[in-house]
């Protein structure tokens, strides 16, 4: 399967515990995007990154949330003291750097569940 | 502020009807509008994109129809089908910025 992949499909977490997600975008993509999707509504721009550095973060994006891409490759958002309110699908996307066609694909997402 | 605004919220149709999303946007910069399909705990799918030279795009039994002096844009699903009955979001974004999406309309089609 050459799409994007993110692991986990499903987390669930007590409140104040610290989680993280990965992203394995598609290969040679060298945009990646993080979104987080609540219920019934479209996905929110949480932060991008061009290669390994990131480049937009949205005012979504609390201090308790850090995004990083080390290598450029694959990427990880990781949720500190987790609040209910974190409660989403965060969803990874992917694109190539060109001018044209630069269609975003996105994996299927990573369900958090804060209880 | 919510920089695409879409409608309707849900859509009920006919086997074989005609489905109609419609979207607004107000930044001029957007130059690339595309559609997302999303089943229920999938990501979403690009389904069709078009961008503002030209005022309409078709893909099988899919259409955008783009107005830019409206700054509106739709989606017609022909013969719709009970397949296609998922939550439908339009987008945009200029040049090579995130893409902004609109909250989504859940369309079933009955038969």
């Known amino acids: 399967d050459t799409g994007v992949s993110q692991d986990p499909r499903h987390k669930i977490t007590k409140r104040g515990q610290n989680v993280t997600f990965r992203c394995d975008p598609i290969s040679e993509h060298n945009r990646l995007y993080w979104y987080r999707q609540t219920l019934g509504q479209g996905p929110e721009f949480l932060t991008y990154?061009?290669?390994?550095?990131?480049?937009?973060k949205s005012r979504l994006l609390s201090d308790r949330f850090s995004a990083e891409r080390p290598k450029g490759s694959f990427s990880t958002l990781e949720i500190q003291r987790t609040e209910q309110g974190d409660s989403a699908m965060y969803l990874c996307a992917s694109s190539p750097d060109r001018k044209q066609n630069t269609e975003a694909f996105f994996g299927q997402g990573t369900r958090l569940t804060v209880v | 502020q919510q920089q695409v605004k879409q409608s309707p919220q849900s859509l009920i149709v006919q086997k074989g009807g005609i489905s109609i999303i419609n979207c607004a946007y107000e930044?001029?910069?957007?130059?690339?509008f595309p559609w997302y399909q999303q089943f229920p705990g999938k990501g979403p799918a690009l389904l069709i994109a078009?961008?503002?030279?030209?005022s309409e795009k078709k893909e099988g039994r899919f259409t955008i129809s783009f107005n830019k002096s409206a700054k509106q844009f739709s989606l017609h699903i022909m013969d719709s089908q009970p397949g296609d009955s998922a939550t439908y979001f339009c987008a945009a974004r200029g040049g090579n910025t995130p893409l902004v999406f609109g909250k989504g309309t859940r369309l079933s089609v009955i038969a």
């Open positions: 930044n001029t910069a957007f130059d690339y």
């Open positions: 990154f061009q290669n390994e550095a990131q480049l937009e």
């Open positions: 078009i961008r503002p030279d030209v």
